[in-house]
């Protein structure tokens, strides 16, 4: 399963790959705001996303409205990393159509643990 990880901190991106791997995921690709991130989901062979919210040129709410707008992004798990825990900015990201969510900084069972939620719904539709 091929992971797209989308965030403008190369740091942040390193915890997210590092934590993919803990949990047993090692094929990624990575891209630094949601306008490369865009472009790489239409190269096809991505089939989890996981966004950042707060990146320069697209936001990863634009960037997930912008996925689930596309025919092949219709049901793509999107889960969401950010710092935004008011439930405004959470009914915000559902709206864009992200899956579910998950609050820096986290560890890789949590982690792990939104992306087997976020599958098991996707299991079941
Ligand atoms: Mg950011």
Redesign the pocket.
């Known amino acids: 399963m091929r992971f797209l990880v989308v ?3 190369a740091t ?1 991106r390193r915890i997210i790959v590092n934590s993919l791997d803990r949990i047993g995921y090692n094929d990624v690709v990575e891209a630094d705001d949601g306008a490369s991130a865009l472009a790489k989901f239409a190269e096809g062979g991505i089939s989890f996303i996981i966004t ?4 320069p040129q697209m936001s990863g709410l634009d960037f997930a409205r912008n996925v689930r707008s596309r025919a092949d992004g219709a049901t793509i798990p999107i889960l969401m990393v950010t710092t935004r825990s008011a439930r405004e900015d959470i009914l915000a990201a559902v709206e864009a159509g992200v899956n579910n969510y998950v609050l820096k900084p986290f560890t890789p069972p949590v982690l792990k643990e939104k992306i087997d939620a976020v599958l098991s719904v996707a299991a079941a539709a």
Request: zero cysteines; aromatic letters at 12%.
């Open positions: 965030d403008d901190s942040m950042d919210w707060n990146m």
